[in-house]
C-alpha cells in the first residue's frame, strides 16, 4: 500500500486560521457511497500507489484528447476538469439557455442552471461497475435515447431520472484508434442531445478548428 491520508480534516482547518480564514467546513463525503465523517474513516487511510498511478496516466491521455474536442465548440463551454467528489474527469458545453433544475441539490444547482451537454471519464459506480467515457444532456430532451450512438459498442443506460450514453474505456484501449473513438462517441451524443434540444449545429461549429469530417454525421452536415 502506499501513501498514507491525513487521519482528520484538522491540518486544513489549522491552516486556514493561520491566515485568518474562518470556515466552517462539513466534513462530510459527497457525491459517493460512503457516509463516515472524514475525521471518524480508519477504513480509507491508504492507497494503492500503483493503481493510482495508472489512473493518473489515464486521466493524461484522456485530458488531452477532451482538449481536442473542446476545441471544436465556439460556444460558451467548461475547462476540462476533475470534479472533486467522484474524481470523474469531465468537459461541458453550454447552449446559454437558462433552465430551471428540478430534482437537483443545492450543490450541483447552479451547475444546472443553464441548458448543458457533458462529457466525462470515470472509475464506475455502484451501477456500472467498471470504468468508462460518458456524456449526458440536461435538461433531458425527449427521445434522447432513440438516437443513434457511435460506435457501435456504446450504449445508452438509465441513470437517475434521465441517460448516460457509456463507452467502457476497454473498448476505447483496444480500439486501432483510441482518441478517434472517445472523439466519435463523443460528438454523436453531442450531436444527438444538441440536435433534439434545438441548438444550431452550424452556428456552434468553429471555423478554426472544425470537427473532422470523419466525425460527423448527417444532422451536423445538414442534410
Not at 448543458?116 to 435538461?139: C, E, H, K, L, R
Request: charged share 20%; with cysteine; aromatic share 14%.
Amino acid at each position: 500500500m502506499g501513501s498514507r491520508w491525513p487521519t482528520s480534516t484538522a491540518n486544513t482547518s489549522d491552516s486556514l486560521e493561520r491566515l485568518d480564514v474562518q470556515v466552517a467546513i462539513k466534513a462530510v463525503p459527497f457525491g459517493v457511497p460512503i457516509t463516515t465523517p472524514f475525521a471518524d474513516d480508519r477504513e480509507h487511510a491508504s492507497y494503492d500507489t500503483d493503481a493510482v498511478t495508472r489512473f493518473l496516466r489515464i486521466l493524461q491521455w484522456s485530458a488531452d484528447a477532451f482538449e481536442e474536442f473542446a476545441g471544436w465548440y465556439c460556444g460558451k463551454s467548461s475547462p476540462v476538469h476533475l470534479f472533486w467528489h467522484s474524481f470523474d474527469l469531465a468537459v461541458s458545453r453550454f447552449s446559454g439557455k437558462r433552465v430551471a433544475p428540478s430534482g437537483v441539490e443545492s450543490v450541483n444547482g447552479e451547475a444546472y442552471s443553464h441548458e448543458v451537454i457533458s462529457f466525462g471519464f470515470w472509475a464506475g459506480d455502484q451501477n456500472n461497475p467498471f470504468p468508462a467515457y460518458y456524456s449526458y444532456t440536461a435538461p433531458e430532451p425527449t427521445g434522447l435515447t432513440d438516437q443513434q450512438l457511435r460506435p457501435p459498442q456504446a450504449e445508452w443506460v438509465p441513470q437517475g431520472a434521465g441517460h448516460l450514453a457509456i463507452l467502457r474505456y476497454d473498448d476505447v484501449r483496444t480500439a486501432a484508434d483510441p482518441k478517434g473513438t472517445v472523439h466519435e462517441f463523443f460528438q454523436s451524443q453531442f450531436e444527438a442531445g444538441a440536435s433534439l434540444a434545438g441548438w444550431d449545429l452550424a452556428d456552434t461549429a468553429t471555423q478554426w478548428c472544425p470537427v473532422p469530417t470523419q466525425h460527423l454525421s448527417s444532422l451536423s452536415r445538414g442534410s
